[in-house]
């Protein structure tokens, strides 16, 4: 499966997006997946993550509350709605499908990296 990240911009403040992760190749139905993001400088973090039916979703707690994941399996497509952004969350975020080895919080665990999408809050 490819995964593709898109959605990224320029906001203020208080400000909200919506990005979306698109697979492509293979359905990621059978898949959790994850949002991660990389700020300049900075290691690739974990954002949040939802399992195969959506049925249980995990957050970083820097962003719990204010983002939300979610998915549609019958578009390949996995979300994350941004509100309430904050400078500190400008960074590059990424999708990636889980494959195990590890906890969903940790980078090791994902595969099928896309290219990412820059987000950038500004104040």
């Known amino acids: 499966v490819q995964l593709q990240a898109s959605g990224g911009g320029s906001v203020h403040t208080g400000g909200s997006l919506s990005l979306s992760c698109t697979g492509s190749?293979?359905?990621?139905?059978?898949?959790?997946l994850g949002w991660f993001r990389q700020a300049p400088g900075k290691e690739r973090e974990f954002v949040a993550s939802i399992t195969w039916g959506g049925g249980s979703t995990y957050y970083a707690d820097s962003v719990k509350g204010r983002f939300t994941i979610s998915r549609e399996n019958t578009k390949n497509t996995m979300y994350l709605q941004m509100n309430s952004l904050k400078p500190e969350d400008t960074a590059v975020y990424y999708c990636?499908?889980?494959?195990?080895?590890?906890?969903?919080?940790?980078?090791?665990?994902?595969?099928?990296w896309g290219q990412g999408t820059q987000v950038t809050v500004s104040s």
């Open positions: 990636a499908a889980y494959i195990g080895g590890g906890g969903y919080f940790q980078t090791r665990s994902y595969s099928a």
């Open positions: 190749g293979r359905t990621v139905s059978g898949y959790a």
